[in-house]
């Protein structure tokens, strides 16, 4: 039997563990400065390689400032 509510999905950004398949949850400031990820349930230590990555974590870095200032702008509206 139906509430009639709807419930909100809540989203945790991740990836899949390429060993357990596990999720491992992760943030874009983690992706742009740590140097790199662990498992929360096997412990594989995924390595962000910062040379290689270059490009690609100077455009997350801009989503990211982008997203900061649209969250400034939504609160200040309210």
């Not at 909100?8 to 060993?19: D, Q």
């Not at 594989?44 to 200032?69: E, F, G, P, T, Y």
């Amino acid at each position: 039997m139906s509430t009639g509510r709807i419930q909100k999905e809540h989203h945790i950004p991740g990836l899949g563990c390429p060993n357990c398949g596990q999720m491992i949850p992760v943030s874009m400031q983690q992706i742009i400065h740590d140097k790199a990820l662990r498992c929360p349930c096997c412990g594989l230590v995924l390595s962000i390689d910062k040379n290689k990555s270059d490009k690609a974590l100077k455009i997350l870095s801009k989503v990211d400032v982008a997203q900061k200032r649209i969250e400034d702008a939504s609160k200040f509206s309210k």
